[in-house]
C-alpha cells in the first residue's frame, strides 16, 4: 500500500463537499489547501463534519464555528438502517443520513450520475456491487466504523481516484476495486500487520 501526504489524503476525502458547491473537481484539487483556508481564520486541518437533522456541517474545533453547511440528500431508499436503493434521489453529490448502518448490495450499481458519495460514521458495512460500475463516482469516504468491504463494492468504478480504508475495516472482498482505471490513491489507516490480517 502507498501512503502518502496527509494534506493530499485530507483533501480526497474534503473534496466532495467542496464540489457541493459547485466547483470544478480539477480545479479544486489545484488550489487545495488555499482555498479551504479562506473559508475560515483557523486552518482546514481544525475542522470536523457535524451531522444534524437534515444537513451536515464543517464545524472548527477551535472555536466551535460552521464553516460551510450542506443539506443532507433527500428520497434515498432506507429500510431499517439499511440504504438499500437510489430512490427518487437524484443528486449528484450525495449525503447520505446519519443513522444508516449499511450500504445495501447493489444499492448504487451502475448509476452514472453520481459524482460523490460522504457516508456518515455510522456505517459499518459497504454490501456486494454495492457502487459497482459508477463509472463517474470520482470520490467517497469510507469512515471509521466500516468493519467490512464487500465483493464488488467499487468495481469498474473508472473515474475513482482514491480511497482511505480505516483501521477499523476488517474484511474487503474480492474485486472490491477492481477495474478503476484512474484510482492514484488507496491508504490504508493503520500498521502493517493490520493490513496483513485483513481477510
Not at 474485486?175 to 484512474?182: M, T, V
Request: glycine share 8%; proline share 3%.
Amino acid at each position: 500500500m502507498k501512503k502518502y501526504a496527509k494534506i493530499r489524503i485530507i483533501s480526497l476525502l474534503l473534496a466532495l463537499l467542496f464540489c457541493l458547491s459547485a466547483c470544478d473537481l480539477s480545479s479544486i484539487f489545484s488550489r487545495l489547501p488555499y482555498d479551504i483556508e479562506s473559508w475560515h481564520e483557523h486552518s482546514w486541518d481544525n475542522w470536523s463534519m457535524i451531522y444534524e437533522e437534515n444537513n451536515v456541517k464543517l464545524e472548527c474545533s477551535l472555536c466551535k464555528a460552521t464553516v460551510k453547511s450542506f443539506p443532507v440528500s433527500q428520497g434515498l431508499e432506507i429500510k431499517d438502517g439499511v440504504l438499500v436503493g437510489i430512490g427518487t434521489c437524484t443528486d449528484q453529490y450525495i449525503i447520505v443520513p446519519y443513522g444508516v448502518k449499511s450500504i445495501g448490495e447493489s444499492a448504487f450499481a451502475n448509476n452514472n450520475n453520481i459524482l460523490g458519495i460522504l457516508l456518515p460514521n455510522t456505517v459499518e458495512v459497504i454490501g456486494e456491487r454495492s457502487f459497482k460500475n459508477c463509472n463517474n463516482l470520482q470520490v467517497i469516504n469510507i469512515p471509521e466504523g466500516v468493519t467490512k468491504i464487500g465483493n464488488d463494492a467499487f468495481f469498474s468504478c473508472k473515474a475513482l481516484i482514491g480511497v482511505l480504508i480505516p483501521n477499523s475495516v476488517k474484511e474487503i472482498g474480492s474485486k472490491a476495486f477492481s477495474n478503476c482505471g484512474y484510482l492514484e490513491i488507496i491508504y490504508y489507516v493503520g500498521t502493517e500487520e493490520e493490513w496483513n490480517a485483513l481477510s
